[in-house]
């Protein structure tokens, strides 16, 4: 990749950081204090594509249609297939901006520098993570930790029922007691930092090292559940079964409404 290419990525990274510090603010822009619009704009022509985690897709979506307002030669393309793929692209040089919802990994950092990419890691927000049913499973409203490595861990491969993880939760230190109904797992897949992130906040790996699972098992989950890196087909499945478990980010659990039930953690 060119010297421009690599400082043209900066570029962007940095409009729309700054765009996004002017939401919401005063008027009053510029050295003159006056109010800005689009017509004192400069002129600007180009393209941005912006790729990367479907959890950071709307407030880049959001960003590029005001961006868009202010500039309308310059075209931006956003879509969300998550976090890992869009890292491949962002530096394989087929994108400008990767939305991400987890840190780069040492992986993902050594092919940018092998392919010549400098880039610029800009922190707009934390985002948390819900986990869900359908509101008809009337006999789930909260869960531990250690039950959600029960349920979802590597351990738990195989696991059709919520009762059948009743034994491995109460040998991890969980509270178990599920219902004798279907297992339906609707989640983020490896693709998506929802998906690492999710794995760090039940602290898989402590307990899958606890249990003493070789070192290459402990951040993954069971790899037998319908994944997505879509939070919409996630949102979607939830509804879909009436025992289902999953989890997604939380603005798209507030945006589903009465059509989830968010569960507590106890």
Do not use: H
Request: hydrophobic content about 40%.
């Amino acid at each position: 990749m060119s010297i421009r290419k690599k400082y043209a990525v900066v570029a962007a990274l940095a409009a729309m950081a700054m765009l996004a510090a002017a939401c919401g603010g005063s008027e009053d822009t510029g050295n003159g204090g006056g109010s800005s619009s689009s017509s004192e704009a400069p002129a600007l022509t180009g393209t941005v594509v912006v790729s990367g985690s479907s959890t950071v897709q709307p407030i880049s979506s959001l960003l590029a249609e005001q961006f868009a307002g202010l500039y309308p030669d310059v075209q931006i393309s956003v879509d969300g297939p998550g976090t890992g793929d869009g890292f491949a692209l962002f530096c394989n040089g087929e994108t400008d901006i990767n939305d991400a919802s987890r840190p780069i990994k040492d992986e993902e950092a050594a092919a940018c520098e092998a392919a010549g990419i400098n880039y610029v890691e800009l922190k707009i927000g934390l985002d948390g993570i819900t986990v869900m049913t359908n509101p008809a499973n009337t006999a789930v409203e909260c869960l531990t930790k250690a039950d959600l490595y029960a349920l979802v861990g590597p351990e738990s491969q195989g696991f059709t029922s919520w009762s059948d993880a009743d034994a491995l939760a109460a040998e991890v230190g969980g509270t178990g007691n599920f219902p004798d109904a279907p297992l339906d797992i609707t989640g983020p897949g490896e693709e998506s930092g929802t998906y690492d992130a999710f794995i760090d906040l039940v602290g898989v790996k402590s307990i899958a090292e606890a249990q003493g699972l070789p070192e290459e098992e402990w951040a993954t989950l069971r790899p037998d559940y319908q994944s997505s890196a879509d939070d919409n087909v996630i949102i979607q499945g939830i509804e879909g079964s009436n025992s289902s478990l999953g989890w997604v980010g939380f603005a798209f659990a507030q945006g589903a409404g009465s059509g989830v039930k968010e569960l507590q953690d106890r």
